[in-house]
């Protein structure tokens, strides 16, 4: 790796990285196989090869200047050769113009491959990610899988494109250095192999306390990117504002940036410390080689031109040596992101897709719906919270699912919507296990209006248009006309290309409820399940909600999770849950006279 604060070729690199504890540790508990790593290079291979051959083109190429420097100086100025200093310096051109062509190339290709490895990873993550059961992404904070598929990632991409070019040109380079060292003067060779060490070891020494900074750093800045995002968010404001929090995050935010001050002074000083190091360094070992030269036992019959042709040798090869030494840790820190990565990979699918999907046209389907037998608990849970569970719901009708809190309701609403699998038993619509429908299939017959309503940070066009991306202006009227919305949404000064805000906070909560509704309107589900969609709202805007949910059941086969009774009179059924199991079964009416629990909680 360069080294930012080297000029030309007057310095070595960084020294030898340390290897992060955190990283020996996640390899220790999930070490990576090296087939998994060859399998990610492998549809690479071609570029690879060139690669390499590019890495050592490059490395020999450029051996070739010292020689003839040592020409111009010994054979071509003092003869006045000036055939032989013309072609000395055409040489010298033509060196420098390829190996910078060179070094262009393998820049371009040692990023393509590493860009394209890092974009295969970011799609087969995400993928897969996004496959897993929602019971996942309830126990797994958000920050993490960001942190996984963002920072982990991008943090790969450097290393291993860092990593895949510096062993073969490091490798390549110190070796044609030595070599070409050896053969202008073994003893200053020797030499310099005795220096080579010391100066090895201090620019070691020096670079592990800027790694020690440098890592403080970086864990005082992540504790200011949480502050920022905890105290600035929208949510994180309310908070602070509720609170009277205020001076108490200030107060903290400044002490976290006052720590971030120290540290970047100390990483500053030991950057010029390093520098003047250096400095040192390298101004006494061209005059150790120059006093040598002095001395018959060292000289040999040395030259003006062969001196200086290794004292340019002599300076660069630090550089290579110290890239090899770093090789160690830059592997062990690619292998624990890599670590890291396969291990969301390797996350079981609890919700896996067909293999085989059967036909599913959503234009086709009836929507008759049935639970036969389900049953469903947790993978970590001891009881079942769905137990036995038969309901039928024919095509066209409305059921209403209510209990106390815990009685399973939402979970049954969650496997119709296919979000978990019933332990056992099978749900079907039209006959179809919905473990045999595609899920985008799945997707576009059964739609979802939920208590917590998600829209997105973009206008309020493109939230509509994610249940049906070709619609057009019209049907998007249409479908807010019909969710009692539009008149809102008419009075905004951009209208439909209105930004909603961070989780729909431009709107209010029945505002938000009923944008939803309109969504749902236009992807024209044929099954509906309607998860207490009013729960959180007052009775004014229940009552404006609820007429846009008439408006949206009418014709579909409806599963209401209700908390609200008086949303649910007209329900075919009602089914009262307690503890995942069927307690009482009827209309609203018929379920009053019976005097049971839905009586009970009629009269709460």
Do not use: C
């Amino acid at each position: 790796m360069s080294d930012p604060l080297a000029v030309g070729m007057t310095g070595p690199p960084h020294g030898p990285a340390k290897i992060d504890p955190a990283d020996r540790a996640q390899l220790t508990e999930s070490p990576v196989e090296f087939s998994r790593v060859a399998h990610l290079f492998a549809p690479h291979r071609a570029a690879l090869v060139v690669l390499t051959l590019t890495i050592v083109a490059a490395s020999v190429i450029g051996m070739g200047q010292p020689f003839l420097l040592r020409a111009v100086i010994d054979d071509a100025l003092p003869h006045q050769n000036t055939r032989l200093l013309g072609l000395a310096v055409a040489g010298m051109i033509a060196i420098a113009l390829v190996t910078a062509v060179l070094g262009v190339a393998q820049t371009w290709l040692a990023s393509r491959i590493g860009e394209r490895v890092m974009h295969r990873l970011r799609v087969d993550v995400f993928d897969h990610v996004q496959n897993q059961a929602i019971s996942f992404f309830k126990r797994t904070r958000g920050g993490e899988i960001q942190s996984r598929l963002l920072n982990d990632i991008a943090g790969l991409q450097s290393v291993i494109t860092t990593t895949a070019t510096s062993v073969a040109s490091n490798f390549t380079t110190a070796v044609a250095t030595a070599i070409a060292m050896a053969a202008l003067s073994w003893r200053l060779s020797l030499l310099s192999l005795v220096i080579l060490p010391p100066a090895v070891y201090l620019t070691r020494r020096v670079a592990l306390i800027r790694r020690d900074i440098t890592s403080q750093r970086q864990r005082v800045l992540a504790d200011l990117h949480a502050q920022v995002d905890e105290a600035l968010s929208v949510n994180g404001a309310m908070l602070t504002k509720t609170l009277g929090a205020g001076q108490s995050r200030l107060d903290a935010f400044e002490a976290t940036s006052d720590d971030l001050v120290d540290l970047d002074l100390r990483s500053q000083l030991a950057g010029k410390w390093r520098m003047a190091t250096m400095q040192v360094i390298f101004a006494a070992i061209p005059a150790v080689i120059y006093l040598s030269a002095g001395f018959p036992a060292f000289s040999g019959g040395l030259t003006i031109g062969t001196l200086v042709a290794f004292s340019a040798l002599q300076a660069t090869i630090f550089r290579p040596v110290l890239g090899l030494l770093n090789v160690g840790a830059q592997w062990v820190a690619s292998m624990a992101l890599l670590s890291r990565i396969f291990g969301y990979l390797d996350l079981p699918v609890e919700v896996p897709p067909p293999a085989h999907p059967v036909a599913f046209p959503p234009d086709r389907v009836r929507g008759d719906v049935r639970f036969d037998g389900v049953s469903y608990r947790y993978p970590d849970g001891d009881a079942d919270v769905v137990a036995g569970l038969d309901l039928e719901i024919p095509a066209g009708t409305s059921a209403a699912l209510v209990g106390e809190t815990g009685s399973g309701k939402s979970t049954v609403a969650a496997l119709l919507v296919r979000l978990a699998d019933p332990t056992a038993g099978s749900v079907t619509i039209d006959g179809v296990d919905l473990r045999d429908i595609a899920p985008a299939d799945l997707a576009r017959v059964v739609g979802v209006v939920t208590q917590e309503t998600y829209l997105s940070h973009t206008t309020i066009r493109e939230n509509l248009r994610q249940a049906r991306p070709d619609a057009s202006a019209a049907d998007l009227w249409d479908a807010l006309a019909a969710a009692q919305v539009d008149h809102v949404v008419r009075d905004l000064p951009d209208g439909l290309d209105t930004i909603v805000g961070a989780r729909g906070h431009r709107f209010s909560g029945g505002e938000r409820q009923r944008i939803a509704v309109a969504r749902t309107l236009l992807g024209n589900p044929t099954v509906l399940v309607l998860d207490e969609a009013t729960s959180a709202l007052d009775n004014e805007t229940e009552r404006e909600l609820q007429a846009a949910l008439d408006h949206l059941v009418a014709g579909r086969t409806t599963l209401t999770i209700a908390h609200r009774l008086s949303t649910i009179r007209d329900a075919d059924q009602i089914v009262v849950l307690d503890h995942g199991r069927v307690v009482e079964r009827g209309r609203h009416a018929d379920l009053l006279a019976a005097g049971g629990d839905y009586a009970q909680m009629a009269r709460e």
